[in-house]
């Protein structure tokens, strides 16, 4: 790994330890808001490529870092390419996906990559880990978050990359014992969150 990839890790980590809260955006119009609230990091749950770029064109000089969930926004390709286009032409920082193969593209473009990981069970704690030990991305999406608290013993054993918690997550209290059980920070649409700050 570069050093300036190493720097930009530190970099991102340090942003999230002090504003853990990820925007995450279904509207395009929450932009304003999660501006206002001086997010780090916002993820695009939402949309097509066009309003991508309308989104990194918003937040251009905020110093934001922008993600782009590929499973959920249209009109980009699921490939190479498509995540090629996504870093040189549109600029954003990283990707969220449930697709390892997405992950290991989106490596070779030094672009931040985030494993989304749908925890239903024991079986599919294992079977998430596997994949994550698989593609090694930057960082993995717990969901639903909530649970963290009662698999941070398991989770603690297997030397993950960061974890980011999301979904179901509605109150200050319960992002304080998210974060407590080793969450590096905590994705959600509910904007009345995200002001929340160490």
Do not use: Y
Not at 19 to 48: Q, S
Not at 86 to 100: A, N, Y
Not at 175 to 183: D, F, N, P, Q
């Amino acid at each position: 790994m570069s050093q300036k990839s190493l720097e930009r890790q530190r970099e991102l980590k340090e942003k999230l330890s002090k504003r853990p809260i990820i925007a995450a955006i279904r509207e395009f119009w929450d932009i304003a808001i999660a501006l206002e609230k001086k997010v780090a990091v916002i993820f695009v749950l939402c949309g097509d490529i066009f309003d991508l770029m309308r989104i990194k064109r918003e937040i251009r000089d905020s110093g934001v870092l922008l993600f782009a969930h590929l499973d959920l926004i249209e009109g980009i390709g699921k490939d190479k390419a498509g995540i090629k286009f996504l870093k040189q032409e549109i600029g954003i920082d990283g990707i969220l996906t449930t697709r390892s193969r997405l992950i290991k593209f989106a490596k070779k473009e030094t672009l931040f990559t985030i494993q989304r990981l749908f925890i239903l069970d024991s079986e599919g704690l294992g079977t998430g880990i596997s994949v994550v030990r698989e593609c090694s991305p930057w960082a993995i999406e717990i969901l639903p978050g909530i649970i963290l608290p009662r698999l941070k013993d398991d989770l603690a054993r297997q030397n993950l990359p960061p974890i980011i918690a999301g979904g179901l997550i509605r109150t200050e209290k319960e992002i304080k014992e998210v974060l407590k059980s080793g969450a590096l920070a905590i994705s959600t649409s509910r904007k009345e969150l995200w002001g929340f700050k160490v």
